[in-house]
């Protein structure tokens, strides 16, 4: 059993599943330096998690051979999907899509590669439905390709396999006030988003950038209460502390977490947990056990 905090991770996912009284938290596999698959590892209460199990390995003449990123698990008609990136030489990062019977793997793609735009540096995409609506994935438009880091949103086939239109551009990087600085002049990031409603009914999405103070967290929310917004930006972030790449959660008792990873430097980041409260049609640190 090991702590979070203990747990060398970035981009940390976790999916809650009440029927078995276990979280479940998704992250890279490595072999040395080399991404090999992903890993699940679960706890009953936050604290106390297991050892790695896998839950992907890369099979035999799979497309990509870098950069497997940021894998999260979506419950999805009666199946668990995962969302990653990923990469290899010559090849466009993208988001993949692969399923599972089970929570705990194996997964296995479902499409011979990315689901985004071929032609599109891609990454960190997301599942979005909404009852009665069609599928979207929603993912970031990489500022290496564009500058001025995009979050687009695409409609998806029924079964996930492959788009259903164009993809829409929801916002640029530069468009909210807190995103005062990127990785270097002239270019702004957007990462990691997650998309959520209160219990009020208002849609918000929860992204990464860069402040001063290094990476962070932002939330946007839609007036509309559609994906396709427009999104109007908080002025100031959700969380400065040189961590990010958040992802929303409801405990089982019902209280809301913001699951991120913190430093955001190689290889001293570590996952950390922090309580959230609804205030005002948006999101706020609570008080309260941070982990």
Not at 33 to 41: S, Y
Not at 172 to 196: K, N
Not at 197 to 208: D, E, I, K, P, Q
């Amino acid at each position: 059993m090991a702590k979070l905090s203990d747990i060398p991770i970035r981009d940390p996912f976790i999916l809650p599943i009440a029927a078995e009284g276990l979280y479940y938290l998704y992250s890279a596999a490595l072999e040395g330096n080399k991404p090999v698959g992903f890993n699940a590892r679960t706890s009953r209460d936050l604290n106390d998690w297991s050892d790695p199990r896998p839950v992907f390995r890369a099979p035999g003449g799979f497309w990509a051979d870098r950069d497997f990123w940021a894998p999260e698990v979506h419950y999805y008609r009666r199946q668990y999907y995962l969302f990653a990136s990923f990469k290899a030489a010559g090849v466009c990062r993208g988001t993949q899509i692969l399923r599972s019977d089970l929570p705990d793997g194996p997964f296995a793609p479902i499409s011979a590669g990315p689901v985004t735009p071929r032609d599109w540096e891609c990454l960190d995409g997301t599942l979005y439905t909404a009852q009665g609506d069609a599928p979207w994935i929603v993912f970031c438009h990489e500022w290496l390709q564009v500058k001025d880091g995009a979050m687009c949103a695409m409609p998806l086939t029924a079964d996930l396999a492959a788009p259903a239109g164009e993809p829409q551009l929801l916002f640029t990087a530069s468009q909210a006030p807190w995103v005062t600085r990127g990785p270097r002049e002239g270019y702004w990031v957007t990462d990691g988003p997650c998309l959520l409603c209160t219990r009020a009914g208002t849609l918000l999405m929860v992204w990464s950038s860069f402040t001063e103070l290094g990476y962070a967290v932002g939330v946007a929310r839609s007036p509309s209460g559609t994906i396709l917004g427009p999104w109007q930006h908080a002025d100031k972030p959700l969380f400065s502390q040189d961590g990010g790449h958040g992802s929303v959660f409801r405990t089982f008792g019902g209280a809301l977490m913001l699951a991120l990873h913190q430093p955001n430097t190689a290889p001293l980041e570590r996952g950390r947990l922090l309580p959230l409260r609804e205030e005002n049609d948006t999101l706020v640190l609570a008080e309260g056990d941070s982990r």
